[in-house]
Structures are given as structure tokens and as C-alpha cells.
């Protein structure tokens, strides 16, 4: 009687234990299963956002380049003017419209002056300014200075100045001073005060943004 007591008793331990063990190692794979889950449910990323474009550079488009040699004259009763023809002409028949203004281009002007030695004083710089004297208003001509406050290149003794254009073309086409499709611009410098060195246009060209 009692050995087949003890082995009951026996049995049921060894029924117990397999069971207890099976259970274990069902449950190991779920759980690595579920921490591999887990992993690619929260990768981490190490890529940077690619989301924003790149700005792209602006290319010019040269609408005129013209070389020449044009004194300045040093006299403030007396202007000096210079003809820019365009090889392709700037086309303005959207200055009228409305609502166009962030579709517009730029227009910048370049001058490249020299001079025999330290140019004295500024000269002011007009946009087709029709006549100094008979033009009511000469600061709306006005698109700004030669001035030469640094000095010049001391290699070729020159020195190149940028003017944007834009504005006061618009608005001489919105006043009918100007077509919309202009060929030709002419520029006026007038010095500030007489004497010094001789100043020189050596070239102008024209650049659309």
C-alpha cells in the first residue's frame, strides 16, 4: 500500500513538472516575438528631413554689354548722358496688371567706372530722365549714387557700381513715359560739385533676375 502511494505521488510531481516546463517554453517565443514587434513599431530614425527644397540659385540673363569710353563732365550745370541699347529688350506689358507684383523680374544695372586718380565728390544717376531742367520731379529718376568713398581697383584703377532698375521702370510705364516693351535706356550723371580727376564709363550692362 505504501509503495503504490509513493508512486502516485511520484507521478504527479513528474506530470506537474512536464507540464510546468512546456508552459515555459510555449511562452518564451510569444515573448521574444513580441519585443521584435516592438522594435519595428518604434524604429529610431537617423535620416535627416528631406522634406524642404533646396533654394535654387538665381540665373542672370544678360539683356545688354556694352564697352565704351564716355568722360563725365566735371561740371554740375552739365550732364552727362549715355545711350544702352538692349539685345533683348525688357518686357514689361504685366505693369498694368494687378496681382502681379511677387511674379515680377528684376532689372539690375551695372557701371564700371575708371578714373586718372581719386574721383572728387558723387554724381547722381538718373533712369530716362527726359530733361533736367523741365522735369518736375528729378528724384523720381533718380536710381542713386557714383560714389567713392573706397577706392578704387588699384590694378585697372576702376570700380563697378549696381543699380535694381525695377521700380522705376514699372512706374514710368505705369505713368506712360515708357513702353511696355523698352529697347533703349538712357542714363544722365550729374556731379555733385566740379573739379578732380577725370571719371570714365568704361561699360554698362544690364542683367535680368
Known amino acids: 500500500m505504501k509503495k503504490l502511494l509513493f508512486a502516485l505521488v511520484l507521478l504527479t510531481f513528474t506530470t506537474f513538472g512536464i507540464v510546468l516546463s512546456s508552459n515555459v517554453d510555449a511562452q518564451l517565443p510569444q515573448n521574444n516575438i513580441r519585443q521584435i514587434n516592438y522594435?519595428?513599431?518604434?524604429?529610431?530614425?537617423?535620416?535627416?528631413?528631406?522634406?524642404?527644397?533646396?533654394?535654387?540659385?538665381?540665373?542672370?540673363?544678360?539683356?545688354?554689354?556694352?564697352e565704351q569710353k564716355t568722360q563725365l563732365i566735371n561740371n554740375p550745370s552739365t550732364p552727362t548722358q549715355v545711350n544702352l541699347s538692349?539685345?533683348?529688350p525688357i518686357q514689361l506689358d504685366w505693369a498694368n496688371s494687378p496681382g502681379l507684383t511677387n511674379?515680377?523680374?528684376?532689372?539690375?544695372?551695372?557701371?564700371?567706372?575708371?578714373?586718372?586718380?581719386?574721383p572728387v565728390g558723387n554724381y547722381s544717376v538718373y533712369l530716362n530722365l527726359p530733361n533736367l531742367k523741365a522735369a518736375s520731379d528729378v528724384d523720381t529718376y533718380y536710381i542713386g549714387p557714383l560714389n567713392f568713398f573706397e577706392p578704387l581697383n588699384p590694378k585697372d584703377k576702376s570700380k563697378t557700381f549696381?543699380?535694381?532698375?525695377?521700380?522705376?521702370?514699372?512706374?514710368?510705364?505705369k505713368k506712360g513715359?515708357?513702353?511696355?516693351?523698352?529697347?533703349?535706356?538712357?542714363?544722365?550723371?550729374?556731379?555733385?560739385?566740379?573739379?578732380?580727376?577725370?571719371?570714365?564709363?568704361?561699360?554698362?550692362?544690364?542683367?535680368e533676375l
Open 39 to 66: 522594435a519595428h513599431e518604434a524604429p529610431v530614425d537617423t535620416q535627416p528631413s528631406s522634406g524642404l527644397p533646396r533654394q535654387n540659385q538665381l540665373l542672370a540673363t544678360v539683356l545688354a554689354s556694352q
Open 86 to 88: 538692349l539685345s533683348t
Open 177 to 207: 513715359e515708357q513702353p511696355t516693351k523698352i529697347s533703349n535706356l538712357t542714363l544722365t550723371f550729374l556731379p555733385d560739385e566740379g573739379g578732380g580727376p577725370e571719371v570714365f564709363v568704361d561699360r554698362l550692362s544690364l542683367r
Open 103 to 118: 511674379a515680377k523680374k528684376r532689372y539690375v544695372l551695372e557701371v564700371q567706372v575708371s578714373s586718372t586718380g581719386r
Open 162 to 173: 549696381q543699380f535694381d532698375l525695377t521700380e522705376e521702370l514699372i512706374q514710368q510705364v
